[in-house]
């Protein structure tokens, strides 16, 4: 589970790298560069990290669980009106994240992913 919700927000913040690039205008040629680039660099570690987490690499957990922190602070961020819809989203998902993560039958596969490797 957590590790498709994870691959869920790299999905979301590819698209939103996307939808940036798409909105280039000349006034802010540079911003909206950076922010596509931050976009697109975030959406492919957060894929690789998925995807590790898919393959019960004991690594992935530790950037996964950051990238949750900080959606859990985003959301705090968009808590009032308008964005509290957002906000309850972005925290529910991060807290799924970090619970499946902690879980103790997910501590258990990785470890012994620690114990076989080399």
């Known amino acids: 589970m957590a590790a498709s ?13 996307v939808l940036e690039l798409a909105n280039l205008r000349a006034i802010r040629l540079t911003m909206g560069l950076t922010t596509s680039a931050f976009f697109l660099v975030a959406a492919t570690g957060l894929a690789w990290c998925a995807w590790s987490l898919w393959k019960v690499r004991r690594w992935a957990r ?14 705090w961020n968009f ?11 972005l925290a529910a ?3 799924v994240v970090v619970a499946g993560l902690l879980h103790p039958a997910t501590t258990e596969v990785l470890e012994a992913d620690a114990r076989l490797d080399p």
């Open 5 to 17: 919700l994870v691959a869920l927000e790299a999905f979301v913040l590819a698209a939103l790298g």
């Open 62 to 75: 530790g950037p996964v669980v950051m990238a949750q922190l900080i959606q859990l602070g985003l959301a």
């Open 79 to 89: 808590r009032d009106d308008p964005t509290t819809l957002i906000a309850i989203g």
């Open 93 to 95: 998902c991060a807290l």
